[in-house]
């Protein structure tokens, strides 16, 4: 982005706070459903500042501008914001966050202003117990940027569709059952949804106005007699419409959320997720109206797949698998042409291996294609204005990390694995099969049934922590069935908190990533898809029920890759296991050279 237009945009909106007596702006990535992509009506963060990371909060006074953002994407953001006058603000243990460096910055009296419509309750929350023993003032109720961002885009206008019926399990009425079973349970008369995920599911629709996610902008309204749906209604076909009203779902036009819930009264107790629900759609709602604030049923409803939705992941798994399989065989077959590849050709080969599978909808997230010091940056996205070529200099050699992954409608994959270019060393296999060692050993760990699971993350790290190494990311993150690639509720993340909404069911299906960052050299993940299955038990024990892990994801890791030596014999076990595997699973799905691909890939060590 050109630096001097952020230059004069932030000096645009300075002159607004002024004008306005403001002392400062937080500016969130976020829209009014705490989504992780956002439509670019709500991308306020990346107009401003020109950082495109998903995750960053921008605060601008009259004299200080600084993005806060995380170790996944400080040398992205510091690079991206060179020259703009913004500062890359980290955020790490120890380290003042946005809210803690306003409440010290600022004084008795000053006020700082967020839109209502992208702040969340929970955050509201925070700010408030920040700023009230400072006498600063919060005001939620102006979206400033209105008077200086003119030509900001439209809100997206894509139709609604229906999940198609064989790959559902469940209908929509059953579903509305289920959450209304949650709701006795909290004693709440009416829940609030935004969240879009949870909407999609519960509708069984889809949508297109967030990249990568088939959701579509929405709110919902559930009381005991009747749901009521607030969505552009001219993005509701007549069919979908009956579709709806057959699932007991009323239509309501999508800026009609805030009247509803001015409806409610002193008798009624609302339920809602204070961490996907916007403090500016209960603005007009009023202030004796009580609140149970809890994670939304739906949330660990849609979290645990049944036998049939993880039948239909499992194919879209070997569909996926097939494709990645011809993509591999022919990327090393053009760089043995001796072809010029760069990391945006790698992108582009995914999206049309994936798009000839059937059932194929759309990539579930932007393809990281780094090869070389841009893998050891765990979020970074190749551009046409900065991306690099995969070229080595004889006798020498590198690593390509690529992390992708697609949307079919019979389900969500991500996956990640790293090829080498050229003459790979020993540093580059031992740091691949330290991570090897990790993954297999999340992959092959038994659980209790129930437990919170950050608690398992260190399964996975002990291994790098061994070799006195880490990652600063996340182990593992919950993935939709055709629905988000990250979602909650479980995450395994040490660093996570553990409530019991957090708990590790049957049915989850959960990614396995760990990996090794070496700024300015590489980077290291390898990544499959998990599912939580019972342990088989040959008699009962009094110590409960366990769980482990199906991989379902097939594609074979590189054992070219691998120093053999690092490896004991239940590993390399794991490993031939798994090959074997893959090789079953796909042998009748490719041919030619993907197949002699497929073949050499799953030998046994």
Known sequence: MNKQAIHERIANLRSTLAAQDLTAIIVPSADPHLSEYLPEYWQARLWLSGFTGSVGTLVVTADFAGLWTDSRYWVHAADQLEGTGITLEKLAPGQPNHIDWLAEHLQEGDSVAVDGNVLSIAEQDRLLNAFDANDITLI??????????????????????????????????????????????????????????DIAWLTNLRGADVDYNPVFLSHMLIDADKAMLFVDTD????????????????????????????????????????????????????????????????????????????????????????????????????????????????????????????????????????????????????????????????????????????????GTTDITRVVGIGQ?????????????????????????????????????????????????????HGVGYFLNVHEGPQVIAYSASTPKERAMKVGMISSNEPGLYREGKWGIRIENLVVNTPVAKPTETEFGDFLNFETITYCPIDTRLIEPSLLEQTEINWLNSYHSQVFAELKDRVEGAALEWLTERTKAI
């Open 424 to 476: 790979v060393t020993a540093e580059h296999k031992r740091d691949f099969t330290i991570v090897l060692k990790a993954h297999i050993a999340l992959a092959r760990a038994h659980f209790p049934d129930g437990i919170a699971s950050p608690l398992i993350d260190a399964i996975c790290r002990a291994p790098l922590w061994q070799a006195q190494m880490d990652y600063g990311h996340g182990t593992g």
């Open 140 to 197: 939620t109720e102006r979206d400033v940027l209105t008077e200086i961002w003119t030509d900001r885009p439209a809100l997206p206008a894509a139709k609604l569709y229906a999940h198609d019926q064989q790959f559902l399990a469940q209908s929509a009425t059953s579903k509305l059952a289920a959450v209304r079973e949650g709701m006795a349970e909290a004693v709440a008369t009416h829940h609030l949804l935004s969240s879009l995920d």
């Open 235 to 410: 993005k509701v076909s007549k069919d979908i419409a009956q579709s709806l009203k057959d699932s007991g779902i009323t239509l309501a036009d999508y800026s009609a959320v805030q009247e509803a819930l001015s409806a409610l009264t002193p008798d009624d107790l609302l339920l809602l997720d204070p961490s996907k629900v916007a403090v500016g759609t209960l603005s007009k709602m009023a202030d004796d109206v009580g609140f149970i604030e809890q994670m939304a049923p739906s949330t660990l409803l849609k979290s645990v797949k049944s036998d049939a939705d993880i039948d239909h992941v499992r194919e879209a798994m070997r569909q996926d698998g097939a494709a990645l399989a011809e993509f591999f065989a022919t990327f090393e077959q053009r760089l043995a042409n001796g072809e010029r590849l760069s990391e945006l050709d790698v992108d582009s080969m995914l999206i049309d291996v994936r798009s000839r599978q059937p059932h194929y909808v759309s990539p579930s997230f932007p393809t990281i294609a780094g090869f070389n010091e841009n893998g050891a940056l765990p979020h970074y996205r190749a551009t046409p204005e900065k991306f690099s070529y995969l070229d080595v200099a004889e006798g020498e050699g590198g690593l390509l990390l690529i992390d992708s992954g697609a949307q079919y409608q019979n």
